[in-house]
């Protein structure tokens, strides 16, 4: 991880960590790093999550963005993946969502894509911490006709929704779903977008405040949407998280359908109809044992890579694959989009639906899941830099494989966006692997708070 940037942009407790002078200061060295090339006056979008600091940050990026010459299209509230289409769409040369995705409402962070709609590479994150935190490079003062100026876009839900819409070849009429837009961006175009295509949605947490953000509600707090399915008679529930490009699904017993079961329901489809590049999915290392088994089953090749959507996406990109994802929900279908987008994994999944006439829990029986548990220790700065040179934690995550054998598998890893250490581990039982999950996280405690 880079000293601002983690796995999914520089993210913070808004006007703390994340102050508006420090995103005045990415806005300014984003605009020198982005525009190297350009000798025309560089232009930018601005997209942002429903956070009460949203509109606080993106006022601030702006200015940074202006005052170093670069013009600025505002979108107002729109999900994550519609600003990495947008900046493509528009032919704009950079793009930044404001949104701490799932995390609560006091976080937000900063995003930022170049313009073919990828995230940036670790070289450019780099560059500009370089430029805020060294002084490596001067940003320019710009003055006079030459400050850039701030423009707001009318179209930009409708040209995403269009791009979405584009993407399915089937309707959904009859079909009866239960949508949680966990307060966020998802509120601006679920309803518009599934309705459209003739569903009968039932709406949960679309009706953001500012603070209410994934407040119990989303794809990180899934209880009240199970719930409703099942009491509701719904086909299927559709939980976003803050920024929409994650995806959980609920069936109609209310069973939750992860990341992992997605994919696999997903590329099974894909490869049946002939269009799984090279007959591959990419996953990482979280992802359950069951999907492993699933693949070999499938004849389906599965690519691993540490955890992180970038890096899901950079193995894709090499291997010319066209699916991949995070058992959070994290799914890219490489032939549409260049990022994770829950409303378009949402189609994906519905468009399967409807076409083999199965239902979502018969769809995703496909892949049978291994227990999992998942500890996350709160640790320190210090703790998270310490982690792997820890030779007590190292014993005892050495001491649970060896329990382990070849009947399950562990993984521990420092979160890139919060400040925990991830102690995940699976196996055959369930209370053997809780209790060595506990063993190992207590050490963690010890060692590392």
């Not at 670069?70 to 704009?92: F, K, R």
């Not at 890579?305 to 279908?333: A, P």
């Not at 982690?387 to 329990?403: C, K």
């Amino acid at each position: 991880m880079g000293r601002l940037f983690g796995t999914d942009g520089a993210r913070g407790v808004a006007n703390s960590e994340l102050t508006c002078e420090l995103a005045m200061k990415i806005g300014r060295a984003a605009a020198m790093v982005l525009t190297d090339d350009t000798h025309q006056r560089p232009r930018v979008l601005i997209g942002m999550d429903t956070r009460i600091s949203s509109d606080m940050l993106a006022s601030s990026l702006a200015a940074g963005f202006c005052s170093v010459g670069a013009d600025v299209l505002m979108l107002g509230v729109i999900p994550t993946p519609a600003v990495a289409y947008l900046v493509t769409a528009y032919q704009y040369d950079a793009g930044v969502m404001i949104s701490a995705s799932h995390n609560p409402c006091e976080y937000n962070g900063i995003k930022i894509f170049k313009s073919d709609g990828y995230k940036l590479p670790d070289a450019l994150e780099e560059e500009i911490e370089a430029i805020i935190l060294d002084d490596a490079r001067i940003p320019p003062v710009k003055i006079g006709g030459d400050v850039g100026g701030i423009h707001y876009s009318t179209t930009a839900v409708t040209d995403y929704l269009r791009h979405l819409l584009s993407t399915v070849d089937v309707r959904f009429n009859s079909m009866k779903l239960a949508i949680d837009c966990a307060n966020g961006a998802a509120s601006v175009t679920a309803r518009e977008l599934f309705e459209g295509l003739g569903a009968e949605c039932h709406m949960l947490a679309d009706e953001p405040d500012g603070t209410n953000i994934n407040d119990h509600c989303g794809s990180t707090h899934m209880e009240r949407l199970q719930k409703y399915v099942v009491e509701n008679g719904c086909e299927a529930g559709l939980a976003f998280d803050g920024d929409a490009d994650r995806l959980l699904c609920v069936d109609a017993q209310g069973n939750i359908i992860d990341g992992d079961r997605i994919i696999a329901l997903c590329a099974r489809d894909m490869k049946e109809r002939g269009i799984l590049k090279k007959d591959t999915a990419v996953v990482t290392i979280m992802t359950n044992m069951g999907f492993f088994r699933f693949c070999e089953r499938e004849r389906i090749r599965c690519e691993k890579t540490k955890v992180g959507d970038r890096y899901v996406l950079e193995n894709m990109l090499q291997g010319g694959y066209s699916i991949g994802g995070e058992q959070s929900g994290h799914v890219i279908f490489l032939d549409h989009a260049t990022t994770g987008d829950g409303q378009l994994t949402a189609l994906q999944v519905l468009s399967v639906m409807k076409r083999t006439g199965k239902s979502l829990a018969e769809l995703a029986a496909c892949m049978s899941v291994y227990p999992q548990v998942l500890v996350n220790v709160r640790v320190s700065d210090f703790g998270k830099v310490r982690f792997a040179e820890d030779e007590e934690v190292r014993i005892a995550i050495d001491r649970a494989e060896e329990v382990l054998g070849d009947s399950g598998r562990i993984v521990v890893r420092v979160s890139g966006t919060e400040p925990l250490v991830r102690v995940m581990l699976e196996g055959e039982d369930l209370a053997q692997i809780t209790d060595l999950a506990e063993s190992v996280a207590e050490v963690i405690r010890e060692r590392l708070i």
